[in-house]
């Protein structure tokens, strides 16, 4: 997977900036200091932004509302709705059951 964000050394201090369109999304002090905090913030935005795009992107390839999608799985359309946002972090088989869910829908598919 490739990173969304990277931490750059500009003007002396460091900033973090979003590698797909070249915004700052934070700058921070100079030296090793300003380097840590530029890094930790790198790894706190790449945590949000991974399950937000993966989950996001297999849920529309398969046509699914989020209402769908959590009734396939036994939650709330809220918990996946937090889920795609990174407000909740998903589950650490989230995986299983969405190859699960597809075996699923593909039988169904079948069916019709």
């Given at each position: 997977?490739?990173?969304?964000?990277?931490?750059?050394?500009?003007?002396?201090?460091w900033?973090?900036?979003?590698?797909?369109?070249?915004t700052?999304?934070?700058e921070?002090?100079?030296?090793?200091?300003?380097?840590?905090?530029?890094?930790?913030?790198?790894?706190?935005?790449?945590?949000?932004?991974?399950?937000?795009?993966?989950l996001?992107?297999?849920r529309?390839?398969?046509?699914?509302?989020q209402?769908?999608?959590?009734?396939l799985?036994?939650?709330?359309?809220v918990?996946?709705?937090?889920?795609?946002?990174?407000?909740?972090?998903p589950?650490?088989?989230?995986?299983?059951?969405?190859?699960?869910v597809e075996?699923e829908?593909e039988?169904?598919?079948?069916?019709?």
């Amino acid at each position: 997977m490739t990173e969304r964000y990277r931490a750059e050394r500009h003007a002396g201090a460091w900033r973090v900036v979003n590698s797909a369109d070249g915004t700052v999304a934070g700058e921070y002090g100079a030296g090793a200091a300003g380097a840590q905090a530029a890094a930790d913030a790198v790894a706190v935005l790449e945590r949000k932004a991974a399950p937000t795009s993966e989950l996001r992107a297999w849920r529309k390839a398969h046509r699914l509302s989020q209402g769908k999608l959590g009734e396939l799985l036994g939650v709330t359309w809220v918990t996946v709705q937090r889920w795609e946002t990174g407000v909740y972090k998903p589950p650490p088989f989230l995986h299983r059951a969405l190859r699960d869910v597809e075996r699923e829908l593909e039988q169904h598919a079948l069916a019709s």
